[in-house]
């Protein structure tokens, strides 16, 4: 095998273990818990560290985190991954109904729709994507999300729709 052209680059991940957050979670709100990763109280989620992206604002129903894109997150087009866009609008817009959440209560991912309208680069700066809930019920809760620079400019915007789990007794509204 020949050596590739370029220099090589290097980067190192470090992470806490994610069940210390996992058991706390189970004893927060959604918003309690969210505020506590986001003032580093808590570890937040691997993920989050792997791809570079922290909570900036914390509220109850909207969430947003910030990510500067880097060649690390390359295709092999030389373009940021499509999959760092989609990973921060199914974060944001997830925690944004986790905030929402009372203490005891889950929720998954059912679906994600992505819209892509800009491209990233390494250059592009710092991003922002911000997650909002549109609809609490019951069982299903729906957001939306937009992905944005420093001056405003969209380059993605998305929904989601999540299965909540609501603890044993703990009523929800429809």
Request: glycine content about 14%; hydrophobic content about 35%; proline content about 7%.
């Amino acid at each position: 095998m020949s050596e590739q052209p370029g220099n090589p680059r290097t980067r190192t991940v470090t992470w806490r273990d994610p069940r210390e957050g996992a058991a706390a979670a189970k004893t927060l709100s959604g918003l309690e818990y969210l505020r506590a990763i986001q003032r580093g109280e808590l570890p937040g989620p691997p993920i989050a560290e792997l791809m570079g992206f922290s909570p900036v604002e914390v509220e109850e129903g909207r969430v947003v985190f910030a990510v500067k894109p880097g060649e690390h997150h390359y295709n092999p087009i030389g373009m940021v991954h499509g999959g760092l866009a989609a990973t921060l609008m199914d974060s944001a817009m997830g925690c944004a109904i986790h905030t929402m959440l009372p203490v005891g209560a889950g929720y998954t991912t059912l679906e994600l729709h992505v819209n892509y309208v800009k491209g990233i680069a390494h250059d592009t700066g710092q991003l922002f994507c911000r997650g909002e809930v549109i609809h609490l019920g019951g069982r299903v809760a729906t957001a939306q999300g937009r992905l944005v620079d420093e001056k405003g400019t969209l380059y993605a915007h998305g929904t989601t729709t999540c299965m909540v789990f609501r603890p044993p007794g703990a009523g929800g509204k429809e």
